[in-house]
């Protein structure tokens, strides 16, 4: 079994940023595709950005273009969201996770596409 654990969430003024950490235990990622969610209250989770195993392939959903980075240290067994120009409609739950299901090529969107998941770390970006 895999084990996530995310950081780095917090509270922000809009414009600040913040950046996301997620860490893997346990099974071995080598290979897995990664992403980042997000969870608004009373909204359903929505993909954010994904990263291929070796880092070579990246999406970023439209939303956050240009503001959001995402990145791997298979080494470290981490995974990281750098997020600029934060906005208020960015505050939501932020969780990682893995896919088995794919590990290069472009990154999967779906939330069911995804195996394992971290707890999550809440974002609150204040206008």
């Known amino acids: 079994q895999m084990q996530l654990v995310e950081s780095g969430g917090g509270l922000v003024q809009a414009g600040g940023s913040l950046r996301l950490s997620c860490a893997a235990s346990?099974?071995?990622?080598?290979?897995?595709?990664m992403g980042w969610f997000r969870q608004a209250p009373k909204k359903a989770r929505e993909f954010v950005a994904g990263i291929s195993y070796s880092g070579s392939f990246t999406y970023v959903a439209d939303s956050v273009k240009g503001r959001f980075t995402i990145s791997r240290d298979n080494a470290r067994n981490t995974m990281a969201l750098q997020m600029n120009s934060l906005k208020p409609e960015d505050t939501a739950v932020y969780y990682c996770?893995?896919?088995?299901?794919?590990?290069?090529?472009?990154?999967?969107?779906?939330?069911?596409?995804?195996?394992?998941w971290g707890q999550g770390t809440q974002v609150t970006v204040s206008s």
């Open positions: 346990g099974r071995s990622f080598s290979g897995y595709g």
């Open positions: 996770a893995v896919s088995r299901r794919y590990g290069s090529g472009t990154p999967l969107l779906q939330v069911a596409s995804y195996d394992y």
